[in-house]
C-alpha cells in the first residue's frame, strides 16, 4: 500500500494550494481518506476527511471555509483545496487511510503517506 502525498510548497498568506494524494495497493474506495498536519513542535492535528462512500466530508474547525476536500475513485486520488492560507497552517502535510468514516484520530488510520510541506509567509 503506497500513499503518495504532493503538491505542498511556499505560498503567500491569503494564497492557495492544492494538495493530492495518490494511492495505490488498496480497494481505493472502501477506504476513507484523511488529512492530518504536523508543525514543528506540535501534535499531529486532523485537518479533513472524506469518507469512501457518498463522500461525505469532516473539517476542523481551523479550517472550516477554507479547506475542501474532495476524491476521485477512478483516478484513486483525494484532493485538499487550501484556500485562503494562514502562516498558522504553516505544516508537513500527510495524507492517510481508514476504514472508519468520520475518524480524526490518528490511531484509527492503518496506512499513511510520506508528507508534503506546506509553508505559508505572512
Known amino acids: 500500500v503506497q500513499l503518495q502525498a504532493s503538491g505542498g510548497g511556499l505560498v503567500q498568506a491569503g494564497g492557495s494550494l492544492r494538495l493530492s494524494c495518490a494511492a495505490s495497493?488498496?480497494?481505493?474506495?472502501?477506504?476513507?481518506i484523511g488529512w492530518f498536519r504536523q508543525a514543528p513542535g506540535k501534535d499531529r492535528e486532523f485537518v479533513a476527511q472524506v469518507t469512501w462512500r457518498v463522500g461525505i466530508t469532516f473539517y476542523a474547525d481551523s479550517v472550516k471555509g477554507r479547506f475542501t476536500i474532495s476524491r476521485d475513485n477512478v483516478r484513486n486520488t483525494v484532493y485538499l483545496q487550501m484556500n485562503s492560507l494562514k502562516p498558522e497552517d504553516t505544516a508537513v502535510y500527510y495524507c492517510?487511510?481508514?476504514?472508519?468514516?468520520?475518524?480524526?484520530?490518528?490511531?484509527?488510520?492503518?496506512?499513511w503517506g510520506q508528507g508534503t510541506q506546506v509553508t505559508v509567509s505572512s
Open positions: 495497493g488498496l480497494t481505493f474506495s472502501t477506504y476513507s
Open positions: 492517510a487511510a481508514t476504514l472508519t468514516p468520520g475518524a480524526q484520530l490518528g490511531s484509527t488510520y492503518s496506512y
